[in-house]
């Protein structure tokens, strides 16, 4: 019995076809925009950095779409999964990620194109529920008091040192951070404060002192964030 090209691709078309659920994938996809979009929107509503980018925030709706089709496609045939690996394997991402809480928001785009495309569709709406309630509470939550940079420019070190007394009189703690000398005597240093119900009466007290020059203060999470 001879069997041509044409008959293994049609026996093989025939069969994915047979195997293939359109209402399946529907509901796939359908669930992954729903989920896509409600990514969309905690992300949007939990940016905390310094510019917003919607186009960012795009791309974490399509990628939990295309995890979901590329998840579809994968476990419906086994050689076109490893024809999938070995593509995907060239794939590099270069764009740097400098708030750790967008590596967060593509991981849960990523599970949640992962889980949709498994067919775990309940899974998916509860787990990202649970999610972006935890976002949402511990992004919004008020802390009693929030971590402030303080630049002062000083002439001396007299004005140095009745900067840091008058800082005393309004923070018990404080740490200097950094103290750098230019070539004629100025002064530059940098303090960690920690600033209760946004509470800023002690940039009057700093004005007061000659000798001080300029006054900064800028909100600090570990990075400096203007």
Same mark, same amino acid.
């Given at each position: 019995m001879n069997i041509t090209f044409a008959d293994i691709f049609k026996t093989s078309f025939i069969e994915n076809a047979s195997t293939f659920s359109f209402l399946d994938v529907l509901i796939s996809f359908l669930a992954a925009f729903l989920i896509g979009t409600f990514i969309y929107l905690v992300y949007k509503k939990t940016f905390q950095g310094v510019l917003y980018s919607r186009s960012f925030n795009i791309s974490l709706l399509l990628l939990t779409i295309i995890t979901t089709f590329v998840l579809l496609a994968v476990t419906s045939n086994i050689i076109l999964s490893l024809g999938m690996v070995g593509a995907l394997s060239i794939v590099r991402f270069r764009t740097a990620i400098k708030d750790p809480m967008d590596l967060v928001f593509l991981f849960w785009s990523i599970g949640t194109g992962i889980v949709c495309g498994a067919? +775990? $569709?309940? +899974?998916a709406f509860i787990g990202s529920i649970l999610i972006g309630i935890v976002l949402l509470f511990f992004v919004h939550r008020k802390t009693i008091d929030s971590p402030? $940079? +303080?630049? +002062?420019?000083? $002439?001396d070190e007299n004005t140095e040192e009745q900067s840091l007394h008058v800082l005393k009189n309004f923070f018990p703690r404080f740490k200097i951070k950094s103290k750098s000398v230019s070539k004629d005597q100025w002064t530059e240093i940098l303090i960690?404060?920690?600033i209760k119900d946004d509470d800023t009466t002690f940039i009057k007290a700093l004005r007061s002192v000659d000798g001080i020059q300029n006054i900064n203060l800028v909100s600090f999470s570990g990075d400096y964030v203007l």
């Open positions: 067919g +775990l $569709i309940p +899974l402030y $940079i +303080l630049s +002062l420019q000083c $002439i960690e404060i920690h």
